[in-house]
């Protein structure tokens, strides 16, 4: 009698679950079928085609100084003038790259926010020739430009720097500065400099720190806990502490080496070192790891 039971409590129990995967299958397909139609209504009603990006809103009368769509000069200084122009292919939805052509060659430099416009620059005003600057401001509007020369048949890719161009300093002696986001601590820009060799590529000039700009709101930190320095961003020991940063002190971040090492400078003006491990670990001397966010008050964290 008891296995009459078990066995008819095990038809009833599969039953269920045979009812219950039903009814979930039937409920997934609806919800896919109702996906489906609304995707389709949603293509029907956008032509993508049509949908253009913020650069190919630019209209050429908004343009001001060094700033074409399309222009004439000479670019390479054998005397003919080139044939600039400027194309922003793909849309808005599915993304898009700027296409410059010179004549009959054609360059595209990637992005996914076009500027919609070039300038005309000149890197090194002693080697005869004039580069073009092309910018894209970037998904989170931290901007890069790319570089070209026409060598008379062809568009080559002197160099890519962040920075739009209009913001970038040209001292026309074959150097550039630019500003750069940092990639350790926080988040922060620093002066970055480049320079154009005889290859005509643009070649990176290495710095012992890259320094922040004094008056940026992320150069003024205050200590949330104490913090030894070290006189040099080579090693952490108790020998090379030149000073140790109290909790409530007010600090000055003075920049870092882009790779692990940090320099501040203390309200007396000693300024030392401070090793970070991946982009905001502190590694302290007793070997203990903390997050920036617990050392310093008043970090940046922008996207």
């Known amino acids: 009698m008891q296995f009459k039971h078990a066995s008819l409590l095990l038809v009833v129990v599969l039953l269920g679950t045979a009812i219950l995967t039903f009814i979930v299958i039937e409920r997934q397909r609806a919800l896919d079928d109702q996906r489906a139609a609304l995707l389709e209504d949603i293509d029907g009603a956008i032509d993508v085609a ?50 410059i052509t010179i004549n009959t060659s054609t360059a595209t430099f990637p992005g996914t926010n076009p500027q919609g416009y070039f300038g005309i620059v000149d890197i090194n005003t002693g080697d005869g020739e004039k580069e073009i600057a092309v910018s894209d401001l970037g998904p989170s509007g931290d901007a890069t430009t790319g570089f070209y020369r026409f060598d008379g048949s062809q568009i080559q890719l002197v160099g890519t720097v962040q920075g739009a161009y209009e913001d970038i300093v040209f001292a026309g002696n074959g150097t550039l500065t630019t500003k750069t986001r940092a990639s350790i601590l926080q988040t922060w820009f620093y002066s970055d400099m480049f320079t154009l060799g005889a290859d005509h590529k643009l070649a990176h000039v290495d710095q012992e720190v890259y320094l922040i700009d004094p008056a940026a709101a992320e150069a003024r930190l205050t200590m949330l806990q104490d913090l030894p320095l070290h006189t040099d961003a080579s090693s952490i020991n108790a020998k090379t502490i030149v000073t140790t940063l109290k909790k409530g002190e007010a600090v000055t971040f003075i920049g870092c080496d882009n790779v692990a090492w940090c320099k501040v400078q203390s309200a007396t003006g000693i300024a030392g070192w401070f090793y970070v491990e991946g982009f905001d670990t502190i590694l302290k001397i007793d070997g203990t790891k903390v997050p920036a966010g617990e050392v310093f008050e008043g970090l940046s964290n922008a996207d």
């Open 50 to 99: 049509a949908v253009k990006t913020p650069a190919q809103l630019v209209a050429p009368g908004s343009l001001t100084g060094n700033q074409y769509q399309s222009f004439d000069t000479d670019l390479n200084g054998d005397g003919p003038t080139e044939s600039i122009a400027i194309a922003i292919p793909g849309n808005a939805v599915q993304g898009t790259k700027t296409e």
